[in-house]
Nanobody, 127 residues
Framework: QVQLVESGGGLVQPGGSLRLSCAAS????????MGWFRQAPGKEREVVGV????????YSSDSVKGRFAISRDNAENTAYLQMNSLKREDTAVYYC????????????????????WGQGTRVTVSS
């Protein structure tokens, strides 16, 4: 059974930075495409950034493009979300997710593509 554990959330002032980590266990990490999603109160879960198994293909949503970066370390079984220039509207619970992907460089955008999810880490952007 694949387990994903997010960490790194917290309270940060507008303009600040946080780095989220997603530690995976129970499977071969390099076989998973990874994604970061978020859900704000009263809103649907939305994609933030996704990354292929290889790490050479990534996607960031328009709302975070240029501010957030997704990466992974297959040797450490960990995915990351570096968040810079945080805004109040980035406040949400952030989830990492894993998809057992056949293709090495393909990325996946939809929540329905992902079989395994972490418990989430809360990010609050407030002064």
């Amino acid at each position: 059974q694949v387990q994903l554990v997010e960490s790194g959330g917290g309270l940060v002032q507008p303009g600040g930075s946080l780095r989220l980590s997603c530690a995976a266990s129970g499977g071969t990490f390099s076989r998973f495409a990874m994604g970061w999603f978020r859900q704000a109160p009263g809103k649907e879960r939305e994609v933030v950034g996704v990354i292929s198994r290889s790490g050479d293909s990534t996607y960031s949503s328009d709302s975070v493009k240029g501010r957030f970066a997704i990466s992974r370390d297959n040797a450490e079984n960990t995915a990351y979300l570096q968040m810079n220039s945080l805004k109040r509207e980035d406040t949400a619970v952030y989830y990492c997710a894993a998809h057992s992907a056949r293709l090495w460089s393909t990325i996946y955008y939809r929540t329905d593509d992902y079989e395994w999810w972490g418990q989430g880490t809360r990010v609050t952007v407030s002064s």
